[in-house]
């Protein structure tokens, strides 16, 4: 894609990312960028979760002039009340409410691939481009690419030495979603070639792995802390991470737009679309899969559908054996020097179980 | 606690009921007899919420109701210290403080084994996403099955037709879990029912546009939840003509205390103690109308019932966009002649607060006084009565200077 390609920004991962590059546009997902949430405090509310605060500060504060069009999703009741207040407040030529429905069975499947087709035939209209079957199709086997490239990563950090630092792949795939695929896939596979070059671990020095599951994250600090403190993420379940880039549709053959409602209703499931027991059994999963010694759950504050499933999740995993750190963020880890302590003792907990 | 609270609110209604009869009390009869039903040993229970499912289709199956939110949170109203403790129950299991107090208060009691036994567990994606996790969470608790009806965000003939379905697989669980049978004659019978007492509703709605109002805040509060928990029952009729005479007869009698101010009140109302009714009763403030209070779907199609009922959901004020809920707020403005307008802002609902400015915006421009109270509805921690006070006096002397 070149320089002036239009860009559309959109809010939340369950926004098929294909459809937009369908029609020539460039996805790209919003990144709170503010300092101070204290003008989204002043149109939402205070009780609303950092991250919402943050991007809908950035867009009080630099409007939406760099964008030609936002997409919302109803993935939650924060991210509704957004879209109501953005479009009283923020001037954008393209808004655009995306419905995903909150179960995954037959009629749900459906029902969001209709929403989807609605959805490409609007941005068609208000863009003046015909999406069709192929385009789509096109776009589908495009973001397969780099997903594909993203998975084969995936499947590496599965050994041991840890191949890919986590951060350094938290944040080839946090920017991912944010730029033009072509500059995303570059950056994967520079990744992927230098995986596999990882010194073998001595004797007796292994450091734990840590599991981080949670929900939207942009900022590495996390990463930072864990590996700093002496442990290993090989593998991160978040809305930016593994979730983002599982998202592989087959668009070869059939309706492609219940191909990737299947692919983004599917698994691994974020707690908007699966219950906290579902959740639970998906995260036990990439516990075995990459040797997972702890996990280190996480919430964004005020984020109604993680801190639900938080307590259930704990618990079934520690009955398991599996230790477990909650930690609630505030997106922007103002609280680093708090984390650190909390991450620290969790580590040597988990270093002296090991010993 | 849930059971007692409910068996000796009802004896005390009874009683008071023998002395003075008042239909207002027979609404709170009936919520409490719902209750106690769910907790009979023979009962076939259905978790449900009582505000956002189209009670109507449970009225056509023999089975009790009970909801998980408003039938702790209600003990609220007169045990708020026994309610704080049972929520700590719940933070002491991780819920955080930053979640819903309704939630905690029902996460508590089930902990403490204080809920009734369930059959099946609806839960609902509005009005919040916390109501459909908390479902599926005591859903685990009972070992039985959730299901959750999604409301889509905007209503269209597909997103009808998807809410129709989900409302038929809905019945077929309900079937399923409880072993009873829905029969269509009963369902038309429960829509027709439900439109009566619509048509009442809307007589005894009409009735508070005078001034002074008719009846008084409490009133108008309990009726929010009545035109739910009861639609599709003879009953819900029975007594809002019982209240159309009583209002009638206050109207007549010119006993009515004079009403300075009238007020439009949004969003929740606290069930712990709250300083509200003493400061506006002292001003001579009345709540005249409640944003949930009026009838704001339209009458039921028994003939087209699965899509009649969706639709009947889809017109709730916290569904969709927020000129759903601006086109109903303003529209009270006008036709019952607000003086000022209170939006309680429950301290962990976020779709409701997160609407404060936008509808404060709008409800100003009309050059109406807004107030934002912010508190819990049962988290005695997050209420300050002084504060509270506070800011009603100094709005109603905002209300004063436009009058």
């Not at chain 1, 609280?335 to 002296?352: D, P, S, T, W, Y």
């Not at chain 2, 709540?287 to 009026?294: A, N």
Request: proline share 4%; with cysteine.
């Amino acid at each position: 894609m070149g320089a002036k390609t239009k860009r559309i920004g959109y809010f939340c991962p369950l926004v098929p990312e294909e459809i937009i590059m369908a029609a020539g546009l460039q996805p790209v997902r919003m990144a709170g960028e503010a300092e101070s949430t204290s003008a989204a405090d002043g149109h939402l509310y205070h009780n609303l979760c950092p991250y919402i605060k943050n991007v809908m500060s950035t867009g009080l504060d630099r409007g939406a002039k760099h964008l030609d069009g936002v997409v919302f999703a109803r993935s939650c009741d924060g991210m509704r009340r957004m879209f109501d207040a953005w479009r009283t407040y923020i001037d954008t030529r393209f808004i655009y409410m995306l419905e995903v429905p909150k179960n995954t069975d037959e009629p749900a499947l459906k029902y969001y691939a209709s929403q989807l087709k609605d959805f490409a035939s609007a941005i068609g209209q208000a863009f003046d481009v015909t999406i069709d079957d192929a385009a789509l199709r096109a776009a589908i086997k495009q973001a397969g690419k780099f997903r594909q490239a993203a998975q084969d990563i995936f499947a590496l950090q599965r050994s041991k030495p840890l191949p890919v630092k986590g951060s350094d792949l938290f944040a080839v795939s946090a920017r991912a979603s944010t730029q033009d695929k072509d500059a995303a896939l570059k950056e994967i596979k520079k990744l992927s070639s230098a995986a596999g070059k990882a010194k073998p671990e001595k004797a007796g020095s292994r450091r734990p792995r840590i599991l981080i599951s949670g929900n939207m994250m942009d900022r590495p600090d996390l990463f930072e802390l864990l590996e700093a403190a002496g442990a290993d993420v090989p593998v991160a379940d978040l809305c930016t991470d593994l979730r983002y880039f599982s998202r592989q549709a087959d668009g070869t053959a059939g309706d492609p737009y219940l191909a990737l409602a299947r692919a983004y209703l599917g698994e691994p499931h974020c707690s908007r679309t699966a219950s906290p027991i579902e959740r639970t059994v998906e995260i036990q999963k990439l516990i075995r899969d990459y040797s997972i010694d702890g996990v280190l759950l996480t919430s964004l504050k005020f984020c109604d559908l993680h801190l639900y499933d938080a307590p259930y999740i704990t618990e079934t995993l520690k009955n398991a054996g599996i230790p477990v750190l909650f930690l609630e963020n505030d997106y922007t880890f103002t609280n680093k020097g708090q984390l650190k302590v909390r991450i620290e003792a969790f580590i040597e907990v988990l270093n002296e179980k090991r010993d | 606690m849930i059971k007692t609270f409910y068996e000796n609110m009802k004896n005390f209604l009874e009683d008071q009921y023998q002395k003075k009869p008042r239909a207002s009390d027979r609404v709170r009869m009936q919520v409490a007899d719902t209750v106690l039903e769910a907790f009979k040993p023979d009962s076939r229970v259905v978790w449900v919420s009582w505000l956002n499912f189209p009670m109507e289709l449970l009225s056509a199956f023999d089975v009790a109701s009970f909801d998980p939110e408003l039938g702790p949170g209600l003990v609220c109203t007169l045990e708020t210290d026994r309610s704080m403790e049972v929520m700590s129950e719940a933070e002491q299991a991780g819920f955080s403080i930053d979640l819903c107090s309704a939630h905690r208060l029902a996460l508590g009691c089930q902990l403490r084994g204080y809920m009734p036994k369930a059959d099946l567990l609806i839960g609902h994606s509005y009005f919040c996403d916390g109501s459909a996790r908390v479902n599926g969470l005591l859903a685990q608790y009972h070992g039985k099955e959730a299901v959750t009806l999604d409301m889509p965000f905007g209503m269209d003939k597909k997103a009808v037709a998807y809410v129709a379905g989900q409302l038929q697989y809905v019945a077929r669980k309900i079937e399923e879990a409880t072993g009873a049978r829905l029969d269509m004659d009963k369902l038309r019978e429960s829509i027709r029912a439900s439109n009566r007492a619509r048509r009442a509703l809307n007589e005894l709605a009409e009735l508070q546009k005078t001034s002074p109002v008719s009846w008084n805040g409490t009133s108008t509060v309990a009726m929010s939840l009545f035109q739910h928990i009861k639609a599709g029952k003879p009953v819900q009729e029975q007594i809002y003509r019982e209240l159309i005479d009583e209002c009638r007869n206050n109207l007549e009698s010119g006993a009515l205390q004079p009403e300075n101010y009238r007020v439009l009140w949004l969003a929740w109302y606290p069930a712990q103690p709250f300083v509200t009714y003493e400061v506006f009763k002292k001003n001579g403030v009345k709540i005249v109308m409640g944003e949930q209070t009026r009838a704001f779907w339209d009458e039921i199609d028994e003939n087209n019932p699965w899509e009649s009922l969706a639709m009947r959901d889809f017109n709730s004020p916290y569904i969709g966009p927020i000129e759903q809920r601006l086109d109903g707020i303003m529209k009270t403005i006008d036709e019952y002649h607000i003086d000022g307008v209170v939006h309680f802002s429950h301290d962990a609902c976020r779709h409701t607060c997160a609407a404060h400015r936008m509808i404060g915006d709008a409800v100003q421009k009309r050059g109406v006084p807004f107030l934002t109270l912010e508190g819990d509805i049962s988290d005695k921690r997050k209420y300050s009565e002084d504060r509270t006070r506070l800011l009603l006096e100094s709005f109603i002397d905002v209300m004063a200077g436009r009058k």
